[in-house]
Structure formats: C-alpha cells, structure tokens
C-alpha cells in the first residue's frame, strides 16, 4: 500500500522528512510537514506536459481538479448510517478526507491518475478480478514515484502529497472532478473507454496547470443492472453501499463471522465481488485488456477446497505481493468454507468435517455450517 508526502524533494530516490500517523488499519501513513504556501503568482505548469509524463509512467488515465473542498454531506451521512460497518477508520480525519490544503498546505492541483484491470472475458477465477494477480497498490506507487521525479524536473520546488485508496483522499470523487469518468450507481468510477475496470490514485501538488478538466457527466440513465444484480441488496440506494451487505467488505475486510443471510451469497466467490461490474453495459467485451502486471498469480486459479486446506507457510507464499493477502489467512480460509457451503459441495465433506476441529474459531465456525447445508442437501 502506498501513501507518502513530498515536502521540498531532493535528488534521492527516497523520500525523507516525512510525519507518520495511521488512517487505517495496517496502513502507514507519510505526511508532509506543514510548509509555507506557494507564491501566488507562482506559474502554471503545462498540464499537458505532465498527463505526458503519466502516460510515459504507464498511467493508463490522467486529469487535473481544481482543489476545491469536497461537500461534507455525503460522506457523514454515510458514516451515520452505519454504512462503513466496523472500519473505524473511515471515520477519523473526514476534515482532511474533504479537503486537500489540510492534507497540503497551499495546495493548488489535484491529479487524478488510473491504471485499467480488466481481465479476459474467459478467465475463471474464485477471486475479484483487481485481486488475481499483483496488488495494484504497488503498481500505483511505483509509477507515481517515476512520475513525482518529472514534476520535480519540471520544477524543483514544487510539494506533493501522493496516495492510493488506502490515503486521506477521496480518490473517486476527484476523478470525476477531474473528468477521468462519473461515479456510477454501483459507487464506482466508470470511464468510457475502461469501464469499471480501473484502479485510482491522486497527487496534490502545491502548482497550478494551465488548463483544468471539467467534471465528466453521469451517464448510467435509467439503467439498475447493478442495483438488482447485488446478491445481498448492498445498495440502499443508486450510488450508496451499506458495507454490511456488500460481500467485498464481508470477504476482504470482515474479521469476524459472516451473518448468516449473506453466506450464501459466497456461491461462486471467496474473495471481493465483480457482480455489479459484470452486470454493466459500459463494461463490454471490447475493453482491452489492462496492465501485464495484474495477471493472475497461481493462487487465483485454486479452487475453493484447494484454498480451504491451505498451510500458513504456504498462504504466506502464494499470496505474498497479492491484495488479496488483505483477507489474511483465517479470513481466506473462512471464505472459501462458505463458499463450498453455499454450494453444497459433497466432495468436500471430509475436508469440512477436518475443519470443524480448526484451531481457528472463525474457521471451525463456518465449516458447521457448511457441512450443515450439506446434510440438508442429502
């Protein structure tokens, strides 16, 4: 996961005299020092100089926001709703979360960036597709580090904050501010051209650029493939996910027992959850193919008892470098245990009846009810 602060950039590859604090729960944060605004009069950076140096660091989208504050409503409506379930997280920092000069002082641009994902049609895989392969938060660091080095070439003094989707920022808001696509009913960014099928960050940096995008406009319609499509009803409104029922959040962040309502719903995933992607008529066939780099690790092709009767030492291994190593490994175990309950998978009955004596309670705790819907089913 990455997130780090830029205050005035040296030659060095590292990034130095940085303030750390935790917005989240395994997460570093680095965050610049308060600095001295900018000049007013500072001058605008070429806006299209610097969306082709992201391109060049392998950037797939680009755009530039004005730093304007993100309305507060929203987000704490969100948040008294109970919707962000137990990531307490979410819930500290809002001030910054809503605007970047208390992330940045004297901030003036917020960039946008987005790497495409999609994976071939025919590729079968128990995991979310963003999953299957490298975690994409690497991805993002490293080429934002190439791409930080030629804002630095392009002025030397300039400050920048960086993160991904584990930061402060509101990535998905600022890319549709900044044109890169519009925040669907699903709660995702959608561009034309990639789809859903794209991973953010965002930079701020304390520089303005000569020309700003303009906010892209909302194209889904009439269209609620996504809002029927969920398994659990996760959407309580176009746009809204309540984290409780959304089987993403119950798969990758829930360390606890999933309700059981929502077991079954684990049919034909065990880790994250592309249905409302899959069910969306801008996420077609003809969208290339993304990054080389998110293709699918060995892990991703195991099937759910393959996964369910993993070691430590091996989950360690094979999931190494993955997000999908996010769900650790009593929560990957656990998923895939349901996933063959949910099925009813009779195959599996003495892998079952092995784990119900798991050290792990969470683990011991779904394989009873797996093999209780097995037994319903004879």
């Given amino acids: 996961m990455f997130k780090h602060g830029v205050t005035r950039p040296t030659a060095r590859e590292k990034v130095a005299g940085l303030a750390c604090s935790s917005d989240g729960p395994g997460v ?22 610097i969306r082709a140096a992201a391109r060049e660091a392998r950037f797939s989208l680009v755009g530039f926001a004005q730093p304007r504050p993100i309305d507060e409503a929203p987000l704490r409506a969100w948040l008294a709703a109970g919707n962000a379930a137990d990531m307490e997280w979410m819930s500290r920092n809002v001030a910054a979360r809503l605007d970047p000069a208390k992330v940045l002082p004297g901030v003036r641009t917020v960039m946008a960036l987005g790497i495409g994902y999609r994976r071939p049609a025919g590729e079968r895989s128990r995991v979310a597709s963003y999953a299957r392969g490298r975690d994409y938060h690497y991805a993002h660091r490293d080429r934002m580090r190439k791409l930080r080095r030629s804002l630095v070439a392009m002025d030397p003094s300039i400050s920048i904050y960086a993160c991904v989707d584990t930061g402060v920022a509101m990535e998905k808001v600022w890319a549709e501010r900044a044109g890169l696509g519009w925040i669907g009913k699903n709660g995702l960014l959608i561009n034309p051209q990639l789809g859903s099928w794209v991973t953010l960050s965002v930079m701020f940096f304390d520089r303005p650029v000569d020309v700003y995008d303009q906010p892209h406009e909302f194209l889904c319609g009439d269209c609620v493939r996504c809002l029927n499509g969920c398994p659990t009803g996760a959407f309580s409104s176009p746009g809204v996910v309540d984290s409780r029922r959304c089987l993403a959040y119950q798969s990758i962040e829930n360390r606890g027992d999933v309700p059981e309502p929502l077991r079954r719903g684990f049919v034909a995933r065990v880790f994250g959850c592309d249905i409302c992607q899959d069910v969306c008529p801008f996420n077609g066939d003809d969208i ?5 780099r998110f293709e699918p690790r060995a892990l991703a092709a195991y099937t759910a008892a393959q996964m369910a009767a993993l070691g430590e030492e091996e989950f360690r291994t094979l999931a190494a470098g993955m997000a999908l190593a996010r769900a650790q490994y009593d929560g990957l175990r656990r998923n895939a245990v349901l996933m063959l309950g949910a099925q009813r998978d009779q195959e599996s009955r003495a892998l079952l009846e092995r784990l119900c004596a798991d050290a792990s309670p969470l683990v011991a705790h779904a394989a009873r009810w797996a093999l209780e819907r097995l037994s ?3």
């Fill in 376 to 378: 319903s089913a004879s």
């Fill in 28 to 49: 570093r944060s680095l965050r610049p020092f308060p600095m001295p605004s900018p000049h007013p009069d500072a001058r605008p950076l070429q806006s299209e100089l």
């Fill in 288 to 292: 290339p193919v993304g990054d080389r």
